[in-house]
């Protein structure tokens, strides 16, 4: 149980400073629109999106932790629990399916060793499965944070696997 | 040579920047709106134009414009809908990462025509590399006087947000996408009141997508009626294509509206033909909620003709025979592909993808994906198929956001034009979950 | 000034006119003429602003819009949120689409429904149950797992069982309007949202306890309902006390001479008509507390007046299964310990992928 006491988190002073700049893109008393950039940020720094991250986002909007865990939990970028290093969010829908995608993600899962949902024991990876990135003409498809990589094959993941276990 | 409006310059390297845009004519239609242009004069222009929402629905942007409220001592505000997450659709992602200028120029135009002093861009969250594009660019134009305060002398003000989604694709639907950039839940609102009277921070707005507002760059600067004389009847202008699937050249195409669908998969301009040694099974033309049609319907019409890239041809012989030009997100199947398998894929899609707010969609969606997931997997019944298409008749309709329309198209369709592929499904359950293997009964290829 | 009065608008709804007031909804002006025609809802309550379209239950065919504009509507709309016109005509239970549409709601809500009537303490005031008897059928079409959720407790009074829960959004709109701090709310999406407080918090508020009369289901129930009784062996009472927080009027439910449960005072739609607090709800349950006013006037054809279910008074042999599941449970095959939790795609939870696995 959390009790309204001193936020465990806190921002850098340069994102606090880009706090400031986000809610002041809004209009007066309208702050709350800053709430999705805020967890994007708060997962930025962190990692997840944490219990105790979410009451220090409600506290710097203002608003109820209520408010900020039935956003969070709506979309599916905020990553509700722990993950690994690199978040592999690969796309599971029709056109990358089309393009070979369901061979490529069980290459994927083998090399890894795990199943989607899943972390690796070394804590390097964490496969999700996603929906359209947006990329159909590009696929199979999987995101690495803001990294697009496209026209998978399974050689690719590997050298891809390779070069961001170094 | 076809006429490109909005990806003429689009291979010019470094035209992401402001001075290479600039060169090649960039920002012309911004001077010429805000220095020689009343608001009223550029909403005729789009009116004019008959430029209809290319995100999906088709609307003429120009009517949603000259319904949008204007009473005193509100504020007004243009939204950008960049949600783009329909399955097959692409395009808005390529032009903003490309020429994110373009845009901005659009928005610029677009805001003024409205009366609008801030504008968002609501891009979905996965691009955020995008977004990243898209405010450099901002930054540029403001540093060159083409944002900010008192636009080039014009006394105009305005200035541009881009908002970041966080993964959702039922926030492309427009209410959605005003709860989630007010910092919430993507539950679309109930209509009535419309945007265009109650909308962001409940004041008048108008919400349109990234392609539609790109266009009004080109309308300013050559005028509605050029724009009307493009295309074909009320399906005016070019449209941005992105084609996926089993093509010899996936990837964005501008085409003037009106080109046969035949052209457009098998020109070497284009699609280039199905890959090698493969032939035509299906096509999805609009996005993965709009009606699949297999090979030859979606060639020819009932009557024989060709049938063409534009609204009403696509549309022709309504839910029975035709389908929609929906987003431009252009799927090709060849006979290698397992029609229950894709429909059971886009039916997890708008399972997953349900807000949860309302009945019929949050259980619908659910029902029919696990009753398809099972007929994929061996374990179907006969009366599997016409629970399935009762089911989606039951969304259908009845639910508050056009989502749980999108779900019961595509299954509904698939039902009604590959039924045979269910049934064989269903009675050779050990044939079909072999792995890769596909329906060879009998069925029109091309 | 002299105060004009509005121009009265008229409505026809199922052949039967009546005139109300502009800005006067579908669903409120069929209250008006009577529970015969009044569309069912089971997400609006009208003293909660911003409920309704949400259930789709309510949905009606609107035949012509208005005397002005006689065309008819594309589609069946939310009478709960649309108001009416002048000259609309309305076709409720007289079409059957509507009636169609209505039917697939109902199986839509009890799809995941548990079905655990017997030994919920909602049974014989549950809306789910009345809608379901109007509008169900006995077999059920669905072949699939249902979700499942556990138990949770809101705090020392509440009792959540969200495998009941139909995602009315009444509690939240409780919260937000009627208490002055809203910790529960609707955690993720689709047919994964649950209520809850995502972290453990109790609800802690002096009228926090009206959730539990807002609910048209059983899935927040009152942990201090000492007996679990049926509400059908219960009787009602309309009581007062000096309340310092609230007006103190109530209604009693009595077992023999035991107050069993004090709730706030419904209208015939089963809607709260002055929310009380706390301390009269939980903590006041002796008659001595109490100024007794007299039976409470049970107005709806309910099972409460009739004292037990009336076979045939209810239509489907669903009502039926109903009404026998009243002394035994319902055999239920499914195996509840392997739920589907696990078979739906995991980053649908909130219990995302964990670095240990
Ligand atoms: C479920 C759903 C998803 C949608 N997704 C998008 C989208 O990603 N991009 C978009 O521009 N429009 C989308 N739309 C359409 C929008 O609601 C809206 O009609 C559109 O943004 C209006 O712009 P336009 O008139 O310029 O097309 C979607 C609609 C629905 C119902
Ligand atoms: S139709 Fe689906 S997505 Fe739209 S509001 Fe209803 S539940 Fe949400
Ligand atoms: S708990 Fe009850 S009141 Fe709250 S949303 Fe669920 S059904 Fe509605
Ligand atoms: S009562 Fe109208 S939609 Fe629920």
């Known amino acids: 149980m959390t009790t309204e006491s001193k936020p465990t988190i806190q921002f850098t002073p340069e994102r606090l400073a880009k706090v400031q700049e986000i809610i002041a893109r809004y209009p007066e008393g309208k702050q709350k629109s800053a709430l999705l950039p805020l967890l994007h940020l708060l997962q930025e720094q962190e990692g997840w999106t944490s219990p105790e991250g979410m009451d220090y986002v409600a506290s710097l909007l203002n608003i109820e932790p209520i408010e900020v865990y039935e956003v969070a939990s709506f979309y599916t970028m905020y990553h509700l629990q722990p993950v690994g290093k690199h978040v592999i969010e690969y796309c599971r829908t029709g056109p990358c399916c089309l393009m070979g995608g369901e061979e490529v993600y069980a290459h994927l899962k083998q090399r890894l060793g795990i199943d989607t949902g899943q972390t690796t024991v070394d804590g390097q990876f964490t496969l999700k499965e996603v929906e359209c990135l947006a990329a159909c003409g590009m696929g199979p498809v999987f995101q690495i944070r803001e990294k697009y990589y496209m026209h998978l094959t399974n050689e690719r993941v590997d050298e891809i696997i390779d070069e961001l276990s170094k | 040579m076809a006429t490109k409006i909005l990806t003429e310059h689009i291979n010019v390297p470094g035209i992401e920047t402001f001075d290479v845009y600039r060169k090649q004519g960039g920002y012309t239609a911004v001077e010429k709106a805000l220095k020689t242009m009343t608001p009223e004069a550029v909403v005729e222009e789009v009116k004019k134009a008959g430029v209809r929402g290319r995100g999906g629905a088709g609307f003429p942007m120009g009517m949603k414009w000259s319904f949008l409220a204007k009473p005193e001592g509100v504020p007004r505000y243009l939204v950008c809908n960049a949600d783009e997450s329909e399955p097959g659709t692409f395009k808005d992602h390529y032009l903003m990462k ?19 002093n801030k504008s968002f861009i609501y891009v979905r969250g996965e691009l955020m590399y995008v977004i990243h594009i898209l405010e450099k660019a901002i930054a540029e134009a403001k540093a060159k006087g083409f944002l900010g305060k008192n636009i080039l002398g014009s006394g105009y003000d305005l200035e541009l947000v881009v908002q970041p989604g966080g993964g959702a694709y039922i926030c492309g639907e427009e209410t959605a996408l005003l709860e989630s950039l007010e910092g919430k839940r993507g539950n679309p609102r109930n209509k009535p009141p419309f945007p265009a009277v109650k909308g962001l921070y409940q004041s008048p707005t108008v919400v349109n997508n990234v392609e539609s507002i790109a266009t009004t760059a080109w309308i300013v600067n050559n005028g509605g009626d050029a724009y009307a004389g493009i295309g074909i009847g009320r399906s005016t202008g070019t449209k941005l294509i992105s084609a996926s699937g089993h093509i010899n050249k996936p990837g964005v195409y501008e085409i003037e509206l009106g080109v046969p669908v035949e052209d457009f998969i098998y020109a070497d301009e284009w699609c280039g033909g199905i890959r090698p040694g493969h032939k035509f099974k299906a096509l999805v033309a609009g996005g993965s909620s709009v009606p699949i049609l297999p090979a030859n319907l979606a060639l020819t019409l009932a009557n024989g003709e060709k049938r ?21 997100g252009f799927i090709v199947f060849d006979e290698t592909s397992c029609i229950v398998r894709n429909t059971w894929n886009f039916s997890r899609f708008y399972h997953h993808e349900s807000c949860g707010q309302c009945s019929p969609c949050r259980e619908g969606t659910g029902w029919m994906e696990k009753v398809l997931h099972r007929i994929e997997h061996g374990h179907g019944h006969q009366h599997d198929i016409d629970l399935l298409v009762d089911v989606a008749r039951k969304i259908e309709g009845n639910t508050i956001c056009p989502l749980g329309d999108a779900a019961a198209w595509p299954v509904a369709s698939a039902i009604r034009h590959f039924r045979d592929e269910f049934m064989w499904h269903i009675t050779n359950p050990q044939e079909a979950t072999q792995p890769g293997a596909v329906y060879r009964g009998e069925m029109a290829l091309v | 000034m002299e105060e004009t009065k509005p121009q009265l608008l008229r409505v026809t709804i199922d052949g039967i006119q009546v005139e109300v007031e502009p800005g006067t909804t579908i669903l409120q002006a069929a209250r008006k ?63 059957p689409q509507v009636i169609d549409a209505r039917n697939g709601v109902v199986e839509f809500l009890l799809l995941n429904h548990p079905l655990d009537c017997p030994v919920c303490d909602q049974a014989g005031e549950c809306d789910l149950q009345n809608f379901a008897f109007d509008h169900g059928k006995a077999t059920t079409r669905y072949e699939e797992d249902r979700r499942t959720f556990e138990k949770n407790d809101l705090g020392p009074y509440i009792q959540l069982h969200m495998t009941r829960c139909i995602l009315c959004y009444r509690c939240v709109y409780t919260a937000d309007q009627i208490t002055n701090k809203r910790v529960h709310g609707v955690l993720n999406r689709g047919d994964a949202s649950e209520i809850s407080t995502y972290i453990e918090k109790a609800i802690d508020n002096d009228f926090s306890g009206n959730v539990i009369d807002v609910c048209p ?32 009027k109530v209604t009693l439910w009595y077992r023999g001479d035991e107050v069993i449960r004090v709730t706030a005072r419904k209208n015939e739609w089963s809607e709260v008509t002055e929310f009380i607090c706390n301390t009269c709800r939980f903590e006041t349950k002796k008659t001595s507390d109490w100024t007794i006013e007299g039976p409470t006037k049970v107005s709806r054809a309910s099972v409460i007046s009739a004292n037990k279910y009336r076979a045939d008074a209810i239509k489907p042999s669903f009502g039926q299964r109903l009404a026998a599941a009243e002394y035994k449970p319902i055999h239920d095959e499914r195996d509840t310990t392997q739920l589907s939790i696990q078979q739906l795609p995991p980053e649908r939870f909130a219990k995302l992928p964990s670095a240990e696995s």
């Not at chain 2, 200028?101 to 025509?113: K, N, Q, R, T, V």
């Not at chain 3, 012509?64 to 239970?93: F, H, W, Y």
């Not at chain 3, 201090?224 to 309309?238: A, C, G, L, S």
Request: net charge positive; proline share 8%; charged share 20%.
């Open chain 3, 33 to 95: 003429i009577g529970p015969e025609v009044a569309p069912p809802a089971m997400c609006y309550y009208q003293p909660l602003k911003g409920s309704g379209g949400k259930c789709r239950a309510c949905l009606v065919r609107v035949a012509a819009g208005s005397e002005k504009d006689p065309r008819p509507m594309p589609k069946l709309v939310a009478s709960c949120l649309t108001p009416v016109q002048d000259g609309m005509i309305v076709e409720n239970k007289t079409n």
């Open chain 2, 98 to 116: 490309n020429i994110p200028h373009l845009l901005i120029e659009g928005m610029i135009i677009s805001s003024f025509a409205l009366g609008a």
């Open chain 3, 217 to 248: 289901v059983g899935a927040l129930t009152d942990k201090t309902y000492r007996f679990k009784n049926r509400v059908w062996f219960t009787k009602p009472v309309d009581a007062h006390r000096d309340c310092p927080t609230c007006s103190g």
């Open chain 2, 308 to 328: 063409l890239m534009s609204y009403e041809s696509l549309s022709d012989g309504g839910f029975a025979t035709g389908t929609m030009l929906g987003s431009g």
